[in-house]
């Protein structure tokens, strides 16, 4: 991840993944991360949000009922079967080998019917390409460790149609590299990009954006 867009350990999104871009009404995207709307503080698509729960950047659950709780289970995703309203999932899926379990896991943790809104980090729509696209890195990718998998956003959603969502709707996609910065120690992706190609890295493959989806169980 680049420097200031980082998930925080209890599963709040900080801020420039959060408080810098402007969201639909209904996107669920605050800079204090997810708010449990059991008070009647949030609604999101017509429907009050009882039982919130975030994954953070190690696959823990954060949740939100009243007070927080945060289950200790680094590098593991473990959820009761059918117990959120709403989950988040918000710059982890591409952290992960396998995103097609992830997606998976969370489905089954929704109520039916039940919202997920997953945020990733991805690469441009090319309507000239014939196919669905990703990127598997060979190794860092945009300055970056750990990052397995870059979709566009219909290949991002064909992980979740595959995972066995519906009402899969693409909200934003969105160039954030003027929103990072150094602050953090963590690389900058202005360094890398390409400023004789738009839109590339120096490497040659395309430059990352970010991708919000809403899917529902």
């Not at 696959?59 to 079967?81: F, H, I, M, N, Y």
């Not at 150094?182 to 395309?206: H, S, Y």
Request: net charge negative; hydrophobic share 35%; proline share 6%.
């Amino acid at each position: 991840m680049h420097g200031g867009n980082a998930i925080s350990g209890t599963g709040a999104v900080d801020s420039a993944g959060a408080d810098s871009v402007k969201r639909r009404e209904d996107s669920l995207i605050g800079t204090a991360g997810i708010e449990s709307a059991a008070a009647g503080s949030e609604k999101h698509g017509g429907n009050a949000i009882s039982r919130t729960g975030a994954v953070d950047s190690a696959g823990t659950v954060s949740e939100k009922r009243g007070a927080a709780e945060s289950a200790d289970q680094p590098g593991s995703l473990e959820l009761a079967g059918k117990t959120f309203d709403a989950i988040l999932c918000w710059g982890v899926i591409y952290h992960r080998t396998d995103p097609i379990e992830l997606l998976r896991t969370i489905h089954g943790a929704l109520k039916t019917g039940g919202v997920l809104y997953l945020e990733s980090m991805g690469i441009p729509d090319d309507p000239n390409a014939p196919y669905p696209r990703a990127i598997l890195p060979a190794g860092k990718y945009a300055g970056a460790r750990g990052i397995w998998h870059v979709p566009d956003s219909v290949t991002l959603c064909n992980y979740l149609h595959r995972s066995g969502y519906r009402d899969i709707e693409t909200l934003e996609t969105w160039d954030y590299s003027g929103e990072l910065n150094g602050d953090t120690g963590m690389p900058v992706l202005e360094e890398f990009l390409d400023t004789e190609r738009p839109g590339f890295l120096k490497d040659g493959l395309p430059a990352p954006v970010r991708i919000l989806v809403r899917a529902r169980r």
